[in-house]
């Protein structure tokens, strides 16, 4: 199994925004959903035009089965809306354009993420590098663990630090000063 990290650097994070944009509105929605909201790619995938157009989203967890309600954070809420006008009622929201309202499967999110990675000279991306970016920048502007912990549903601060790369960056700036 690879390993896959969060996108820490905001420069990177934006050239990807702009990438995606240019190439398919839908791969851009799929990705700041993924970047701003937490959810799973499973969960992401099974939305409807109809679970966008109120200030949270509110679905059965796919993996842990878990009832979950999440905001739609303001700063994408715009982009989201004008989106969801172009969709049908009952319209998947990252659709397939195979078959009549399918929604893409998770390896096509993989090959869209990646292709978009490649471009912007980043590696170990894949389809939960989008949460563990939202762990990542939300500890990062609030410092609050138990929060996150909470959001993901983790069993302990620890797990989580160590999900959203966290533990990492403390080991990499460790072995940056170590010398023998």
Known sequence: MNFVQPIRDLAKLQEMKLY?????????????????????????LKLKKEDLLNTHVTLRETKTRKQKRIRIPPS???????????LTDGDYVIQSRQGINRAIDRSTAYRILREAAKQVNLNEIGTHTLRKTFGYH??????DVAMLQEMFNHSSPQITLRYIGINQDSMDKAMMKFKI
């Open 76 to 86: 994408i809420r715009t982009e989201i809306l004008e989106y969801a006008k172009e």
């Open 20 to 44: 995606l944009k240019s190439k398919s509105t839908r791969n851009y929605i799929l990705f700041i959903l993924g970047i701003s909201t937490g959810l799973r790619i499973s969960d992401i």
């Open 138 to 143: 939300f500890y990062q502007q609030t410092k």
